[in-house]
């Protein structure tokens, strides 16, 4: 072959060469990563529990990177501030819905959840959302971080009953209800109530109240005047705070007791701390751990020690929340590699791998158990109860199952 | 020799057009277009938006498609939790099987996006603390979440009218 020709053979295979390796796509030439969305809330009305919640989650995807990640895939953590707005989070989910490998999406609230569900469903991506039944009771590719609103409020129906009878009375005690007034507020009645009525108990007329309200005292008093002998609460704190605290003002918290069933409710860090006098004696039904329990908890501990240095005091609960929401997301990641690798790892993947969650221990104890299958997309069927002492939360049972009261609801 | 730098030459030049054609499939077509119309489309920002918000309605979207309205929010404009070059959702809905749609914005979103809000800690909006959107021409789109289809209008927010002088 003549020297000339040599050459051009030359530059037209080098050229051929670079415009291949233009044409690879990103994600090949870069790290190996899989791509986490959460729909938050950071500057809206939850921040004050969403904000430490991701705290928690971003800071264990850090730790989990810096260990090398799952069999060497990273986890990017996208945040996304929908100020609790529905629109906001579908025009979110649209914008990130491309990103390399998203494989889950979470959303803070229901309405949010319920909005993104049919788009997440057509994506194929793994979806989180707080607790509502109807995810259990049409199972689809949306998962719930713990256990049902309904089945939580079903398990402190067998505590206020247990209660009831070591106090020595007989019968079954008047209960009320006071919640936001808005599909959250109104969920654990969809099959909670159905429970209360297979244990021969009866509610009082429910009381809704519209988020953002600052004096609760009219629903307290309608409610007072039926004489009850338990009321339930709920919101994200400080709501519950503020609605024991114009309880105690009203002399109402000396005479009823109050329990919050769905697990937001006052915080050490938060209501507790504004109000000891008032929200003393509360009691709160849980999926995870609260107060000293979680700031204690050896992974939360070290965790917020290496990214956030401050005293352990200043530890949200919510916080070692989003840490499960992380251990649940690298246990799936690690069957889901084993299974396909990552060439193939797509959210139908980790989909899969999530069903494969129940009766791992992965979750390290900070909730009670993991009870994702193929039937079930409740996050757990456990609870735990805490009381308020001395401005402090403090366990008054172990992890004890929750009755499943989404499946007595027609849906 | 000219057969091998033939066979050579081609080889080169197919290698180039498959690589070009895998890419092809990546470039972004050019989206279907569609029609929007805010309702109304010019206001001032105050509590009647909270009474009645602004609507969105649309048509030549997929049968029972999602569409999802947005701001395109201009630079100089902050809005808080939006990062620069976001646009933000105003509302969102889902066509009927002829592909229209209405769609309202929510209390949240208005208190969000036009009135730039903050909230207090017991979750009420802190209207104290509020930016209204300045006056101006925003650009409004709605994009089917199917079809890609694209509607386009404009919603221009004026200043409130100056109180009449007391005689």
Known sequence: MRKGGRKW????????????????????????????????????????????????????FKDLNDRGGVEGVKVKFTGVDTRYDVARGVSAYKRYRTEHKLVLANAISTGIGKAVAPLTGRDKVVQLVPGDGEFQAKPGRVFTWGTCYQDAYAATMDWIMEDWKAKGKSGSPKVGYLQWDNPY?????????????????????????????????????????QNPDYIVIGGVDPTPTNVLRDAHKMGLTKRIQFVDATFWGPDETVGIKAHPEATEGAVICVYYLRGKEAR??????????????RPLEEMGSTYSTGMIWGLDLEAALKIALRQVGYDKLDGEAVFQAYMKLAGSDHRQGLAGNCTYGPDSRRGSDMVKFYRVQGAKLVPITGWRKAPDAVSLHKF | ???????????????????????????????????????????????????????????????????????????????????????????????DEAGNFEAAMAPTATLN?????????????????????????????????????VGQAYLEVVSAPSPAPKK
């Open chain 1, 185 to 225: 507020g109104r969920e654990p009645l969809r099959g909670g109530k159905e429970y209360m009525e297979k244990l021969g108990m009866s509610l009082l007329p429910p009381e809704f109240f519209p988020p953002g309200t600052l004096d609760h005292s009219v629903w307290l008093n309608r409610l007072a005047s």
């Open chain 1, 9 to 60: 053979i030359w530059a037209a295979a080098t050229i051929s060469l670079w415009v291949l390796t233009a044409m690879l796509p990103l994600g090949q030439a870069q790290e190996k990563y899989v791509t986490y969305l959460s729909l938050a809330d950071y500057t809206g009305p939850i921040a004050g529990l969403n904000v430490p919640a991701d705290m928690g989650v971003e800071d264990f």
């Open chain 2, 1 to 95: 020799m000219r057969g091998m730098k033939a066979i050579m030459a081609l080889a080169c030049c197919l290698i180039t057009a498959w690589a070009m054609s895998g890419c092809a499939t990546s470039v972004t077509e050019p989206a279907r277009k569609a029609r929007l119309q805010v309702i109304p489309d010019k206001v001032v920002i105050g509590p009647q938006l909270l009474k009645e918000p602004v609507k969105f309605s649309g048509s030549g979207f997929g049968s029972k498609e999602m569409v999802v309205v947005e701001m395109v929010v201009p630079p100089e404009v902050e809005m808080k939790g939006v990062k620069k070059g976001e646009d933000v959702g105003l509302a969102y809905g889902t066509c």
């Open chain 2, 113 to 149: 996006w036009f009135f730039r809000t903050e909230w207090s800690p017991t979750l009420a909006p802190d209207l104290k603390q509020a930016k209204p959107l300045p006056p101006a021409r925003y650009e409004i789109r709605a994009t089917g979440l199917d079809s890609g289809a």
């Open chain 1, 296 to 309: 204690e908890h050896p992974l939360a501990k070290r965790i917020w020690q290496k990214y956030r240095a």
